[in-house]
């Protein structure tokens, strides 16, 4: 499908002017042709195995092989581990293993993605990349600020008092007394003032849970064992109406506009006079706890995956067994099609550009059967590439990637000014590309969980992607005809075959499977993955499970702060994040994007032959060649455009035309026709 998705149009030149040029526009990646060439004097079995057929077998391969991938994960995962609301999960377990696993797992879905786009479109882009995701554990966790006899056989002092900074307390003191008897045992883990810091300063707690900040003397030298205060701390953060969220606020000292992590540096740099709960702490127990990260995998949406996959195969197929005609794909499948049969419509027009024939195309005063021809005065002129294209076609370019880039400005600068705390550049920077951080989570009113809120922060996340799909086929698109047009005017230059999408013959040449040299068709294809990558780090999908201080997932009957119902403890919370770098990055490769489109635009051509800029008009009157001098076989063999020998007596008038001799170029201020 690549081939045909990135075909030059070409239509079928008869008698009528209107039908040859109204069709013919400059837009290189038409999908539709109404003209065929000559059937390949080949055997049956050799039409599936060269030519544009092979490439597109080779395509709808490709996808079928997606297709089997696809389908056998399905299964494997719904036999392994089964589906629960659509979702199944192919790991639990620590964190940083599920972060590698994610990796490693979307870097098999881009490679997929890669495979696709090289025999089609981006149509599953949005589905396709959000099929396997990782969702983050967070722990709740009881913070309680005892004396050293606390950690110490003897009598304890477990009355109850209000939270520090918040009004929640306890069903009943039994987590206060599961903790004393953990410290008792030996079993939770000692830490520094230091350690204690760096261990709980995180947005979401994974690894830890409930926490002894031990008192030193000075704060309380009771021989009793004695709990001073206590603080539980959500995982779901919430946000205080006016203030930043702040995700541990205990640590620093709540302050409205300035959350705690902007603090930290300053309190680690005066840890010896850390007074969390307005108390001096001497160190620290630590409750350790088993990470619940997962990698999921969604059947609702790999379901759709599968069935785009399967009309694209259907399709690809069609396309190489259905279709009998070789279509003309390449110019060199329209000069080696004209070369067997001349249009004699465009006879006499060998010096005409595109420009002359829609000139003549929109004279009301010009016949409507064939085209005005006559001889022109040859004139050099190097053409940029930008000649190549319209002016619609690339004024459609820049806006769009104008509009783009604007659309990324102004979205990174909403988000910044309604971030909370510093907003200098190498904060910014420092958030990374694709982290989860409290800050820049999106706040909205769509369902935060269950199949709903996934497919809708599935589609925020990759809103964007089918858009940057248009801009590469629009990149590409102009790429292409600047390089169509560069190879046709080197037939001035230098003799060679021409390249056709059909089954090769003598000194022909097979077109390029991607429709550009592969120094320019490959680093574009790199390009467009990179921006793809950074755009799914730009807004991406945060799915977070949050589990109570007694270890178990929170809204569940295992719940410890559920009573007789889990009403309003949803542990699931689905949103989407935005990463300030990414989109920055997102910004700089676009615009570098649109200088290098500007700066190929400014090239020129090699003056010598007139400006086709892939039109079928252009090229069919530069193939009205000589009978007599040229051989049977010149379709295929190695030809070159310039003066030819004429007929005219006088001399005073030339003509330019393929041929399979040494030819030379026009001359300056001549006559040819």
């Not at 206590?230 to 709540?254: F, K, L, M, T």
């Not at 160190?283 to 009309?311: A, D, M």
């Not at 199949?451 to 940057?468: D, F, K, R, T, W």
């Not at 292409?480 to 040449?509: D, I, P, Y």
Request: with cysteine; net charge negative; glycine share 6%.
């Amino acid at each position: 499908m690549v081939v045909l998705d990135r075909a030059i149009e070409m239509t079928d030149l008869g008698s009528e002017k209107e039908n040859l040029i109204a069709t013919h526009s400059d837009q290189c990646d038409a999908s539709e042709t109404n003209k065929s060439a000559a059937k390949v004097p080949n055997e049956q079995s050799k039409r599936f195995r060269s030519g544009w057929r092979f490439g597109v077998i080779t395509c709808a391969t490709s996808v079928l092989l997606v297709l089997l991938v696809n389908v056998t994960v399905t299964i494997a995962v719904g036999a392994h581990y089964g589906y629960t609301d659509g979702l199944g999960v192919l790991f639990d377990g620590p964190c940083d293993a599920v972060r590698n696993y994610n990796v490693v797992g979307h870097l098999v879905i881009n490679i997929l993605s890669t495979i696709l786009l090289s025999g089609s479109s981006y149509c599953m882009q949005c589905f396709f990349n959000s099929v396997m995701y990782a969702s983050i554990s967070a722990n709740d966790y009881l913070i309680v600020a005892v004396n050293n006899a606390f950690v110490q056989p003897g009598p304890a002092n477990l009355t109850t008092l209000e939270g520090y900074w918040n009004t929640s307390s306890l069903i009943d003191p039994m987590p206060i007394t599961s903790l004393r008897t953990a410290a008792l045992s030996g079993s939770l883990q000692y830490l520094d003032k230091t350690d204690c810091i760096n261990n709980y300063a995180q947005d979401y707690l994974s690894t830890r849970s409930s926490l002894l900040l031990v008192l030193s003397t000075s704060s309380n030298n009771a021989s009793a064992a004695v709990a001073l205060a206590w603080e539980i701390y959500n995982s779901n953060i919430n946000v205080e109406d006016g203030c930043a969220p702040d995700a541990y606020p205990w640590i620093c000292g709540a302050e409205c506009n300035v959350p705690c992590q902007y603090r930290l540096h300053n309190v680690l740099d005066d840890v010896a006079d850390w007074q969390p709960f307005g108390m001096n702490v001497d160190h620290c127990l630590s409750q350790t706890t088993e990470e619940h990260c997962k990698l999921q995998f969604s059947l609702y949406l790999v379901i759709v995956v599968i069935i785009f996959n399967f009309i694209k195969a259907i399709l690809m197929g069609y396309l190489a067994f259905g279709l009998t005609d070789s279509p003309i794909m390449t110019i060199g499948d329209a000069i080696s099609s004209f070369l067997k049969e001349a249009d004699k419509t465009t006879k006499g027009c060998c010096l005409y550009s595109k420009r002359d024939f829609e000139v003549l195309r929109d004279d009301p005063d010009a016949s409507s059967m064939v085209w005005v021809s006559g001889a022109r005065k040859w004139t050099k002129n190097r053409k940029t590439w930008f000649s190549a294209s319209s002016k619609t076609r690339w004024g459609f370019f820049f806006l769009l990637y104008l509009c783009a880039i604007i659309g990324c400005v102004t979205l990174l600068e909403y988000g910044i000014v309604h971030m909370s705390g510093p907003k200098d550049i190498p904060t910014l920077w420092s958030l990374g590309l694709g982290a989860v951080h409290t800050e820049t989570l999106i706040n909205w009113s769509i369902p935060s969980s269950g199949s709903s809120g996934l497919i809708g922060c599935v589609l925020l996340a990759n809103l964007a992607q089918p858009i940057l799909s248009i801009l590469y086929f629009v990149y590409n698109g102009l790429f292409t005809c600047m390089h169509a047009e560069l190879e046709w005017s080197n037939f001035a230059w230098a003799k060679k075959g021409v390249r056709v999408s059909h089954n090769r013959q003598g000194e022909q040449r097979s077109s390029y499977f991607l429709q550009l040299p592969y120094r320019y068709a490959i680093p574009i294809m790199v390009l467009s993955g990179v921006l793809h990558w950074l755009v799914s780090q730009s807004i991406f999908l945060v799915d977070v499970q949050s589990y109570d201080f007694a270890g178990q997932p929170v809204g569940t009957d295992e719940d410890y702060r559920c009573d007789d119902n889990c009403e309003g403890r949803d542990g699931l919370h689905l949103t989407c994040g935005w990463s300030p770098a990414a989109i920055t990055s997102v910004i700089i490769v676009g615009v570098l994007m649109v200088a290098f489109g500007y700066m190929t635009e400014r090239r020129r051509y090699k003056e010598g032959m007139p400006l086709a800029a892939s039109s079928s008009a252009v090229i069919s009157a530069a193939c009205h060649v000589n009978g007599e001098q040229e051989p049977e076989d010149l379709p295929y063999s190695r030809i070159k455009w310039g003066v030819v020998p004429t007929e005219d007596s006088d001399g005073q008038i030339g003509h330019c035309a393929f041929s399979t001799k040494e030819t030379k170029v026009p001359e300056q201020d001549y006559w040819y026709s």
